[in-house]
């Protein structure tokens, strides 16, 4: 396992096609922006942890944009 601290606005690169940003940090919540290809899909730990079959039709999966304001 690796524990990194990292400010708002500085990025963790994973591999050459994944990285994390943090965008905002407010006491305990933090924001972050993931830039990765579409083939790679991307799950919060609580849907992970649910007994789901994730056999993933990427087309179907919804990409939500979130704009910085």
């Known amino acids: 396992m690796l ?32 830039d990765a290809p579409r083939d790679i899909p991307i799950l919060r730990e609580e849907l992970c942890s649910q007994e789901i079959d994730f056999e993933l039709d990427l087309d179907e999966v919804a990409v939500g944009v979130e704009s910085a304001p």
């Open 3 to 34: 524990v990194l601290s990292r400010k708002a606005g500085e990025s963790v690169f994973i591999g050459h096609d994944v990285s994390i940003t943090i965008v905002k940090v407010t006491g305990r919540q933090v924001k972050l922006k993931i």
